[in-house]
C-alpha cells in the first residue's frame, strides 16, 4: 500500500493564511459574530471579468488551488475532489431571491449555473483542462472529511499519483441571517467572541477555502504525511472514547502515542460537550490545540484543522495562539489527531504525522 | 481486475411507479410518467412536461408515517421510500447498524422548503426548523436517523451524474474493505428553483422528449429516488443471500470543457467509459445493452452519440434512454436507470427509447424503439452533469 503525503497547500481564511506564514500575525475578531474572509489579490490568478463573475468561495478556491498546486510543483492531477457543507450559496440566493421576488420573470442562467455545488471542481477542472476524476461532496460537517477519505484511498489504494482536495464555504448573508435565527450561529448583540470561554448558544460563523495536493511521494517541500481518515454520522458523548480507541488501534496505535489532538470547539454550549469528552482523554498526554477561535466556524472548516496539523508538523512546534491562555507547548510534535464535529453529528478523525 | 461488487438489493420511486415493481411493469408497457405539474406552484406549469410522482407531499408523509412536524424535504421523503424498499430487498436491518454505510446523493437538498418559506421564515417561527435541513448533507441526515443509520453516511453532489458517483465511492468502500454492505444511490425531488434554472438554460421540452431524435427539443425534467444495496461476496455469502447482478466497472472523468455544455467529441463521456471497461477488464464488445444518458438535449445527444460511435468503433450495441419514461431525474438519474439495467439482466429484455422518429443527422444510430427480449449479461450505464462531470456503469449478471 502507498503512503500519502501532503505536498502543498492553499488556505484562503478570515486570517492572512495565503501569505504562506503560519499564524504570525493572527488577527483577533472581537466585535461580530460573522467573520469574512480576507481577500488575497484576485487579479493575480483570475481574469478581471471573471472576477466580477465569480462569487467569493469561486475565487478564493481558485486561489487557493493554485497555491497548492504550485507548492507540490505538479503537473497533472489525478483528480480534483471537493467538499462543500452549503454548496455556492451566494448564488444560489441570488438566483433564489429574483426568483421569488420577481415571481420567475427576468431571471438569466448565469446565477443559476454558478449555484451548482460542484461549480469550484468544475471550474478548476476547466482551468487546468484537467479531464481527471472529479468529486463534490456535501455532507454538513463531513463534506470535507470526505474529501479527505476518498484522496487518501485514491493515493493509498488506487495507485493515483497526485489528488487535490479542497474544502470550501462561504458566507450569504440571507441565509446566515437564517442560521441566527434559529441560534447556530450567535445573535449580532451577543457577547461571546472569546469563544475558548463561551458557554452560550450558536457559533461564530466563517467561511473560507483551503487545498491540498496529496501524493505518494515525498518531496522537500513535503508538510506531512497522512495516515487515515474516519467518519460517521452520529455518536454519543460515551461512544466517543472507544470510536477514537478503535480508529487509533486500527493504525496501532494509541491515545499516549498521539502528541497534539486539533479540536474543534466553537463556543456552542450545546456541542462543546463532545470536545469536553475529547480533552478529558488527551489531557495527560497530549498538547491541546484549537483554531476556531481564530477561524470562526463552518462546514468545512476541518480543512482548516488539516492546515495547521500540516504546519505543526512541518515546524514541530504550534504557534501559542492555538493553545488556550497561550501556553508553551511541546517542540517535537510528530502525531496529530484532528476531531471535529458539527452540531453533533458528522464525526470525524484525522490522522497525520510528521515526515 | 478488482473484486466485483454485488447487488443485493434496490428500490426506487419514479414518475411511473412507488416500487421496483411498478415501474418495471411501466416499462414493461410502455407507460411512461410524463404529464403536466400537479404539486408545484409556477408560472411554468403550462409551458413544460414533467415527470412527477403523482402524490402531494402530505401523501408522502402518511406513506412514511412521520410526525405532523417534521422537516423532511420533499427530496427526503422520495429518498427514504426508495432507501427502505432497498434495504428490505436486501433482507437486512438499519436500525442501529453501525457497520452499514449509507452514501446519498442529491442537487436539490432542502431547496423546495426554502424557496417555499424564504420570505416568511424571519417572522414565522413554526416555519423555522425547515431552515436547518437547507444544505444537502442534512437532508441525508434525516434519511439515516429514519433508518437508525449510525455509521459512515456522506453525499455527494455532482450535478446530473450524482448517483452514479455514489455508487461508484460505495464500491470503492467496499472494495477498500473499509465496508462491507453499503447504500448507495441518490434522489432529487422536483422544485422551483429547479424547473427555473433548466428554462433559464433553455433546454426544456415543452413537448415529450425524444432522445436521439433529429428533431429533439430537450429534456422534461423528473423527480425520484433510487437506491442499490452494494455488499462484498464474504458478506452476502456469510448470510447466503444471492446477488441480483454485479458491479463491475465504473469511473468517472471530466470533459474539462464547459461550465454546461458538453465537449462536440464527447472526450469526457468517453473517457469514462473507456476507463470504466478498463477497471472491469473488459471489452466494449462485451456489452449487450447501453442504458444511456440520453437527455434528448441537442447538445447531450450529440456528443455522447459520437463518445460510443468513438468508444465502440461504429458497431454500437443496442441502446434506449429512460429518460422518457421517468423525465430527467438529475441526481436520482444513474440509480434510476442502474435500476433499470438490473431489470434488463435479470428479465433478459432491453426496455424501448419512446418518442424517437428520425435519426440524427450527423450520425447513424437508432435507439431501440420497441421491447426487445435478448440475452443480457452486461449492461453499460452513462450519466453526465453539469462541471463536466461524466460518469459510467457496467453491471453484469
Redesign the interface.
Known sequence: MERCYINGMGCISVQNTFEGNFLEHPIVYSDTNIIYAVKPNYKAFIPPAAIRRMSSGVKNSIVASALAIEQAQVNELDG?ITGT???CIQD?EK???K??DF???Y???TS????????V???I??K????????????????FP?ALL?GL?QIK??GKNNILIGGIDEIADY?F???Q??G?IKKDNEESYHILESRSEGCVGGEGSTFFVLSNEKQDQTYAEVLDA??????KKEQLEGFINNFLQRNNMNISDVDAVVLGNNGDVNFDTYYDEAERLFKSNSDLLYYKHLFGEF?TAPSIAVWIASNVLKEGKAPSVLYKNNEKGSDSIKTVLIYNQYRG??HSLTLLKNV | MKEKVAITGMGIVSAIGMNAEENFLSLKDNKHGISKIAHIETTLKDKILVGEIKKSNQELESLLNLPSKNNFSRSSMLGAIAAKEAVQSAGISTDGNTSIGFINSTTVGGMDMIEKYYRDFLDQEELQHYIEVHDAGSNTDLIAEHLGIQGFVTTISTACSSAANAIMLGAKMIQSGRLDQVIVGGMDGLCKFTINGFNTLMILSDTYNQPFDDQRKGLNLGEGAAYLVLESEASYQKRNKKPLAYLKGYANANDAFHQTASSEQGDGAYLAMKSAFEVAGMKPEAIDYVNVHGTATPNNDLSEGRAMIKLFDQKVPDFSSTKPFTGHTLAAAASVEAVYSIFALRENLIFPSLNFQNKMEEFDLTPQQELKEKEISAVLSNSFGFGGNCSSLIFVK
Open positions: 480534483i457543507g452549503m454548496g444560489s438566483f433564489l431571491e426568483m421569488i415571481n420567475e420573470e431571471l438569466t442562467p443559476f449555473i454558478q449555484s451548482t455545488h460542484n461549480t471542481s468544475g471550474q477542472a476547466l487546468l483542462k484537467c479531464n481527471a476524476y472529479n468529486f463534490t461532496y456535501v455532507n454538513t460537517g463531513g463534506s470526505s476518498d484511498m489504494n488506487e441565509t441571517k437564517l442560521y435565527t434559529i447556530h474516519h467518519l460517521v454520522n452520529k455518536l462546514m453529528k458528522d
